[in-house]
């Protein structure tokens, strides 16, 4: 019961008609704009309707959630600013032009238009019956799945000692190392505005709100200071709500699974709100960023002098071609796995991890063709020792017919030995059946009571119709009493027994004399 209740408080349900609402004009617009993406990149739907969209629609997108994703993937693409589970999960929520560039989206449809992101370019729309729409953009800085970076990629780690990193720095540091390029993002410090039933300290990003009371909130407030794209994570994972709002747009963060908010491109004077509640003393951190293009573009352009030219694509395949122009690694938004095998040339080249969760090769100088295909991990073990187990199952039931001859044959030294064998597995079950009736007779000396008072019954029944054996008939009665006290000395370890079973033997021999009475009467 306690976990039913656990359930019910951390799941969202849903009915089936709320389901299934908007699935045939988001499955259109998902088939609308396989028309355009002619290259196999990466698309999303917004706002999503399910953890795992791209199954539901069939497209392929950055939102993951299955049992078989691996951990490194899902705490990579949460520091990069994605909602994740911290086990197997990471999904998309928000339009983010660096890491949606480098992670190969290509295609984002919206329910409703934009007309504050530069990066977007409106390709199409699509209508149903009901009158709603959706509205195809395009990322026109959209990278390919792999592009050549500096060596220093290898060096791109997130922090494994902060358990919640600033999302923002993360992107910074990955196209310092990427390209050495300048940061994309600056960080804005929020103030406190407001606070109830609690004392509340922010230094920077990061606040401390100490509760005076069952129930507490504080507000946080920064005001833009000029023209500029500007997005908000927040942090507090114990906070029981966490509200971000920016004039009349509003959003509402689940705690315990945040990511970067989109507020869009923000006019001078615009004020952005963070209120947190919480039941209990709570700290964390209120990432407020801006945006610059100039060194966004930069960084972008970089990192797509050399991309790859993606020429065959299939599930677990890639083929394509690309150039470099000096030595290099080849970062690719493929998440790292043993079961990606990587050919450069036709040759067989080692991968590595990049950030810890992304697969990548070295490459060098000149024209190259890369080619990439999956296969499960210790799949060929796996089928190998199947096989070898049916082979070695059915040379054992062949043993006699087939595996013995050919030994004695090709290997005469153990043709006693394979004789020795054949007759002792002749012997085994005959000695198994000449064993059961002794220990059936063994049970029956066991309890020595119940033999000895059934043959008492069919005694009277012989009496009737021959007078003279009578005399001699209670004689063996008065002496079969005797064997069981002699044997009662063992069934005393268990008295409860014997007492119970010698009373319908003294009951018995009665009727025996009471039929003596009319047999003497007959002389």
């Known amino acids: ?65 299955a049992s078989s994703n691996p951990k490194a993937t899902t705490t990579l693409m949460g520091k990069l600013g994605f909602a994740i589970n911290g086990v197997n999960s990471y999904i998309y929520n928000s339009y983010v032009p ?106 920077g990003s990061y606040f401390f709100a100490d509760s005076e009371g069952d129930d507490g909130s504080f507000t946080a407030l920064h005001t833009i200071q000029k023209k500029a794209q500007c997005y908000v994570y927040v942090d507090c994972r114990a906070a029981s709500s966490i509200n ?50 100039d060194a966004l573009n930069a960084a972008i352009a970089a990192m797509g002098e050399n991309q790859w030219n993606i020429t065959e694509h299939s599930d677990g395949h890639f083929k394509g071609t690309i150039s470099a122009s000096d030595n290099c690694v080849m970062f690719t938004s493929i998440p790292y796995s043993e079961g990606w095998s990587v050919k450069v040339d036709g040759k067989r080249a080692e991968s590595i991890p990049i950030g810890d969760a992304l697969l990548g090769v070295y490459l060098t100088p000149g024209e190259h063709t890369v080619e990439m295909n999956y296969h499960t991990a210790g799949l060929p073990l796996g089928i190998t020792l199947s096989l070898l187990g049916i082979i070695l199952l059915v040379l054992w039931y062949l043993r006699k017919k087939l595996v013995y001859p050919l030994l004695k044959e090709f290997v005469p030294v153990l043709s006693k030995h394979i004789d020795e064998m054949n007759e002792s597995e002749v012997v085994e079950p005959a000695t198994a059946q000449t064993e059961r009736p002794i220990v059936q007779s063994s049970r029956a000396v066991s309890q020595p009571v119940e033999p ?66 009319p047999v003497q009467q007959k002389p």
């Open 98 to 203: 660096l890491v949606d560039s480098v992670l190969n989206l290509k295609y984002v449809v919206f329910n409703h238009e934009l007309r504050n992101h530069a990066q977007l370019s409106y390709v199409d729309q699509i209508a149903d019956s009901s009158g709603s729409y959706r509205y195809i953009y395009e990322n026109t800085l959209a990278l390919s799945r792999g592009f050549t970076v500096d060596n220093d990629i290898v060096y791109w780690t997130t922090n494994n000692t902060e358990k919640y990193e600033n999302p923002f720095e993360v992107q910074n540091r990955f196209v310092a190392y990427a390209v050495n390029g300048t940061p994309v993002y600056k960080m804005l410090d929020p103030k406190v505005e407001s606070q109830n039933a609690m004392k509340v300290e922010i230094t």
């Open 244 to 293: 971000v709002q920016v004039g009349s747009s509003n959003w509402n963060v689940t705690p315990y699974e945040p990511y970067i908010i989109d507020m869009g491109r923000l006019a001078e004077g615009t004020e952005v709100r963070v209120t947190v509640e919480s039941s209990s003393t709570c700290s964390g951190n209120i990432f407020i960023a801006e945006m610059d293009n």
């Open 452 to 517: 000895i008072a059934q043959p008492i019954e069919p005694i009277p029944e012989s009496v009737q119709p021959v007078p003279q054996p009578v005399e001699p008939i209670p004689e063996p009665v008065q002496q079969k009493p005797q064997p069981v006290q002699q044997k009662q000395q063992p069934v005393q370890q268990k008295p409860q027994p014997v007492q119970q079973k010698q009373q319908p033997v003294q009951q018995k021999p009665q009727p025996v004399q009471q039929k003596q009475q």
């Open 1 to 65: 019961v306690e976990m039913i209740h656990q359930l019910n408080d951390n799941e969202v349900f849903t009915d089936r008609a709320a389901f299934v609402e908007d699935y045939d004009i988001n499955k259109a617009a998902v088939k609308r704009t396989a028309k355009y993406n002619t290259d196999g990149s990466r698309m999303e739907l917004l706002p999503r309707k399910t953890c795992n969209d791209n199954a539901l629609y069939g497209y392929s997108g950055l939102t993951v959630f």
